[in-house]
Antibody, heavy 121, light 109 residues
Framework: QVQLQESGPGLVKPSETLSLICSVSGDSISGSYWSWIRQPPGKGLEWIGYMYYSGSTTLNPSLRSRVTISLDMSKNQFSLNLSSVTAADTAVYYC???????????????WGKGTTVTVSS | QSVLTQTPSTSGAPGQRVTISCSGSRSNIGRNTVNWYQQLPGMAPKLLIYSNNQRPSGVPDRFSGSKSGTSASLAISGLQSEDEAVYYCASWDDVLKEVFGGGTRLTVL
């Protein structure tokens, strides 16, 4: 059974960098599209981006300048860095496993439980 | 303002059939497939339908998806109290990448 677990600071100061880790069990990150999604309080879902196991990344254009996603094969983890945060980045952050079928259709089939990050001084 | 448009809320009585719609454009639903996610209260989203109409293993066949042109629909038949959740559609956009609808809150009366 594949499980994902987010971890990281629950409080980040404005202008600093938000850093989260997603630990994967039951599957190797040497495959799939390892994804990040967030959900501001009381609002809908916003896709942040993914890194393919080969190292290529695809990011939400609105966040691209501030986002870095990386993989750590040795630890079977992947991470999210979001720089220059503001209160608007306060959200529940989810990691997820993405897949593409033979028609190149992308979908996220396993999600972590999410971690709440608040941006405040 | 979400790129994909969903009705904010809908409701149905137990046993009934409800349909949730998702409207997009040529750059997303019109060219790419649609996925549906179910978010139960206080929980992470869960994949419900992928590639327009495919159910992951474990999802009951009461849930079905369809797509036509630049719109998609999720149908839930034999409505049950445990179906009360927020449902999100999602699709790949040629410019904006993965985009979600604003979500439809389903209330089981």
């Amino acid at each position: 059974q594949v499980q994902l677990q987010e971890s990281g600071p629950g409080l980040v100061k404005p202008s600093e960098t938000l850093s989260l880790i997603c630990s994967v069990s039951g599957d190797s990150i040497s495959g799939s599209y390892w994804s990040w999604i967030r959900q501001p309080p009381g609002k809908g879902l916003e896709w942040i981006g993914y890194m393919y196991y080969s190292g290529s990344t695809t990011l939400n254009p609105s966040l691209r300048s501030r986002v870095t996603i990386s993989l750590d094969m040795s630890k079977n983890q992947f991470s999210l860095n979001l720089s220059s945060v503001t209160a608007a980045d306060t959200a529940v952050y989810y990691c997820a496993r993405g897949n593409m079928n033979r028609l190149s259709a992308y979908y996220m089939d396993v999600w972590g439980k999410g971690t709440t990050v608040t941006v405040s001084s | 303002q979400s790129v994909l448009t969903q009705t904010p809320s809908t409701s149905g009585a137990p046993g009934q059939r409800v349909t949730i719609s998702c409207s997009g454009s040529r750059s997303n639903i019109g060219r790419n497939t649609v996925n549906w996610y179910q978010q139960l209260p206080g929980m992470a989203p869960k994949l419900l339908i992928y590639s327009n109409n495919q159910r992951p293993s474990g999802v009951p066949d009461r849930f079905s998806g369809s797509k036509s042109g630049t719109s998609a629909s999720l149908a839930i038949s034999g409505l049950q109290s445990e179906d009360e959740a927020v449902y999100y559609c999602a699709s790949w956009d040629d410019v904006l990448k993965e985009v979600f609808g604003g979500g439809t809150r389903l209330t089981v009366l």
